[in-house]
């Protein structure tokens, strides 16, 4: 698993294809929620706000979005 200090790295060290997708997620997120913190958890950039909010991950055919088991 490749180790990313944070989001900004782990996107760019993403295809070419998958970085607007990130880009675009994370724009959103934080138009949404701008007070949510960024990190890299278990290698993926993850947003807390008022515990685990949401994580992105590119992979080699699809962008994913988690919802964190604090939001339900």
Do not use: C
């Not at 890299?40 to 962008?63: M, Q, S």
């Amino acid at each position: 698993m490749n180790k990313f200090k944070d989001v900004d790295t782990y996107i760019a060290n993403q295809a070419e294809e998958a970085r607007p997708k990130l880009k675009e997620l994370r724009k959103l997120i934080k138009a949404t929620i701008p007070q949510a913190a960024e990190k890299i958890w278990y290698g993926v950039p993850f947003f807390d706000y008022h515990g685990e909010l949401v994580g992105l991950a590119a992979y080699k055919k699809h962008v994913s979005l988690g919802i964190g088991a604090d939001v339900l």
